[in-house]
């Protein structure tokens, strides 16, 4: 992985994924290794062509379309006042003032909450607390089907380090800044 989050997020979305690639009109199904970022040349393995044609491992040079077939992540607009804390999530907090103008100017918080079907927040209290301040009815979230246990576990993670470092009186002051942890799902800020 390099450094640009551009970059990264394109091999988030890509790498060990099940895609479907189409170049000059052929069209390739299979697992996909490796994105040259340059290029925009990809990597395939266990590949068939055209539905028909068993080609093993490929390059393809110049792709048309990469599109993940499966993909694992089920990204909504949800209503942001459906959308509650998690209910082990008492570190109070304000979000900071560039979250809050880049949700105003972007209409976004730079990527996406993570949320329990119900509408319950494991990751992301900050962002969508900025996206309220800033005046949004929506935001994207990433939507999780997860058991009660599942979903504290994956919380515990995503707030580690603020809760490894925060002491009883700690829990009720604000936090100093967001937290760059990764999140249960790799791509979002802990917070």
């Known amino acids: 992985m390099t450094d640009n989050p551009f970059h990264n997020t394109l091999d988030w979305a890509l790498q060990g994924k099940y895609a479907r690639v189409v170049e000059a009109g052929r069209t390739y199904k299979g697992w996909v ?3 040259h970022h340059d290029r925009g040349s990809v990597v395939m393995h266990n590949v068939t062509a055209d539905d028909t044609e068993e080609l093993g491992s490929v390059f393809i040079r110049t792709p048309d379309i990469v599109e993940v077939i499966k993909p694992k992540k ?4 949800r209503d942001v006042d ?8 008492n570190l109070d907090f304000e ?8 949700c105003y100017r972007n209409q976004y918080a730079k990527s996406f909450p993570v949320v329990r079907e119900d509408g319950t927040i494991i990751n992301g209290h900050k962002r969508i607390k900025a ?3 800033a005046g ?5 979230v990433e939507v999780l ?5 599942q979903a504290a576990e994956l919380f515990a993670v995503a707030h580690r380090s603020q809760l490894e470092n925060a002491t009883d009186d ?6 100093d800044q967001d937290s760059s942890e990764d999140s249960p799902t790799d791509s979002d800020q802990a917070d």
């Open 131 to 133: 996206a309220r301040v």
């Open 136 to 140: 949004l009815d929506h935001h994207p």
């Open 145 to 149: 089907t997860v058991t009660d246990d």
């Open 74 to 77: 089920r990204v909504e607009w």
């Open 170 to 175: 700690d829990l009720n002051e604000p936090e």
């Open 95 to 102: 979000p900071k003032d560039d979250i809050i103008r880049a």
């Open 33 to 35: 290794e490796r994105v």
């Open 82 to 89: 459906e959308l509650q804390p998690f209910p082990d999530h």
